[in-house]
């Protein structure tokens, strides 16, 4: 596999090019490889189960050195940067408390540790730079800002041309040990018993384990709904059963369309009607100029991502000298 090698050198005189640089921004080398040496020293802390997640990209053999694959990914993260901040001007949208709640809670679930503690914190981000860690989570939330803008601007066209793609089946719901639990259930509720009374009188098991979740109320796109849910008619109970065998009773409560927060928040993922109309809206805003050193890669605009090189790349420069490590100074 290819390596960008950084090499501490003798002496170093004029400006060093940008990494890339972005509608006329430049992102410099000193900030790729400090992102770099972050990844590194981290992910050495981190579990095993944690490569390949955005800060854990692999390191090179030699101290200090990188695969070309981690600088391209290093340096992805430093293009979208620049690129959803352009977006999010262009569309006069802003980052939020809920975006960058969120995208702590993602990068978290990426980790190791799977998830946050009861008071908020994220042991599996501990082992990364704290300026680096917040350099993440930012990314993220600007894309989730970014994503979220997108879909308000082109809600309104959605409505007026794919008004289907917004029909949304609402629904409480609660899970269920077994299908005969959700049997009881129907059968209470067809007896003229509310969802909650029928659940809250399921009680246990022989061993004394709960039989049946509480009641919680949620609203999916009918194109994303379990069958048994997109098909039913307000006031039935049905049984569901997602795709990794889990099993709900549901009473469907109402159909709806999703409004622009709603849609906002996250339109159907896999509707091509609605990508036709939000995919245009993005690339428009995305074709700024963006250009990227040779030895890093080239920018890929379909995948938004820095693609890295075929051959072995390397700083330029000196020897390193007699007895020293591999550093990256003057980057």
Request: hydrophobic share 40%; with cysteine; glycine share 8%.
């Amino acid at each position: 596999m290819a390596v960008v090698t950084l090499v501490a050198t003798a002496s170093c005189s004029g400006a060093k090019p940008p990494a890339a640089t972005v509608a006329g921004v430049d992102i410099t080398r000193a900030e790729l490889f400090s992102d770099l040496k972050a990844e590194a020293d981290g992910a050495e802390k981190a579990k095993p189960d944690a490569q390949g997640n955005a800060l854990s990209s692999p390191s090179g053999s030699t101290p200090d050195s990188y695969t070309s694959a981690a600088a391209a990914t290093a340096l992805t993260g430093r293009v979208l940067y620049r690129v959803y901040e352009h977006g999010l001007a262009e569309l006069g949208a802003r980052v939020t408390t809920a975006d960058s709640d969120s995208a702590r809670k993602a990068l978290c679930v990426d980790q190791s540790t799977g998830q946050e503690t009861t008071d908020g914190s994220c042991p599996a981000l501990d082992d990364y730079p704290a300026a680096y860690k917040a350099f993440q989570i930012s990314l993220r939330a600007r894309g989730l800002a970014f994503s979220s803008a997108v879909a308000r601007k082109g809600y309104a066209k959605v409505k007026a041309t794919q008004p289907a793609s917004l029909r949304q089946v609402c629904f409480d719901v609660a899970g269920v040990a077994t299908e005969a639990v959700t049997k009881q259930i129907q059968l209470a509720v067809a007896g003229g018993a509310t969802l909650d009374a029928a659940v809250k009188a399921v009680g246990t098991d022989s061993s004394g384990q709960a039989q049946v979740s509480d009641v919680q109320a949620g609203c999916l796109y009918r194109s994303e709904a379990p069958a048994s849910l997109a098909g039913a008619k307000v006031g039935e109970v049905v049984p569901v059963q997602t795709s990794d065998g889990s099993l709900y009773v549901a009473l469907v409560t109402s159909f709806a369309t999703a409004n622009a927060t709603t849609f906002a928040a996250g339109p159907p993922a896999n509707d091509p009607k609605v990508s036709a109309v939000l995919t245009p809206i993005a690339k428009k805003i995305l074709g700024m100029r963006i250009s990227i050193d040779p030895r890093y890669g080239h920018w890929d605009r379909a995948t938004l991502t820095v693609v890295p090189p075929e051959g072995p790349v390397s700083s330029t420069t000196t020897t390193t000298p007699a007895g020293g490590a591999l550093t990256p100074a003057n980057p």
